[in-house]
Nanobody
Framework: QVQLVESGGGLVQAGGSLRLSCAVS????????MGWFRQAPGKEREFVAY????????YYADSVKGRFTISRDNAKNTVYLQMNSLKPEDTAVYSC???????????????????WGQGTQVTVSV
């Protein structure tokens, strides 16, 4: 059974940085495209970033482009989300997710993913 476990969340001041990690076990990590989503209280789940299997292609939500970077280490079965210049509106529970489809389409649709982690809280204070 595929399991995804996020870590690295916490409380940070606006303008600060955090690095989230997502460790994947129970499956062939290199066969999955990976994504990060977030959900703030009272809001719908929102796409954040996506990376293809090889790591050669990445995609971002407009709201985080230029501030966040998604990367992966297939040798460590881990995907990362480096978050810089954090803003209070970035406050949310961040979840990593995996899907077998390694394409450039549908990556912002949570229904296209097969596996989800439980999430890690990121809180950005003013």
């Amino acid at each position: 059974q595929v399991q995804l476990v996020e870590s690295g969340g916490g409380l940070v001041q606006a303008g600060g940085s955090l690095r989230l990690s997502c460790a994947v076990s129970g499956g062939a990590f290199s066969s999955y495209a990976m994504g990060w989503f977030r959900q703030a209280p009272g809001k719908e789940r929102e796409f954040v970033a996506y990376i293809r299997r090889s790591g050669s292609r990445t995609y971002y939500a407009d709201s985080v482009k230029g501030r966040f970077t998604i990367s992966r280490d297939n040798a460590k079965n881990t995907v990362y989300l480096q978050m810089n210049s954090l803003k209070p509106e970035d406050t949310a529970v961040y979840s990593c997710t995996a899907r077998g489809a390694d394409t450039n389409s549908g990556y912002d649709d949570p229904l296209s993913y097969n596996y989800w982690g439980q999430g890690t809280q990121v809180t950005v204070s003013v």
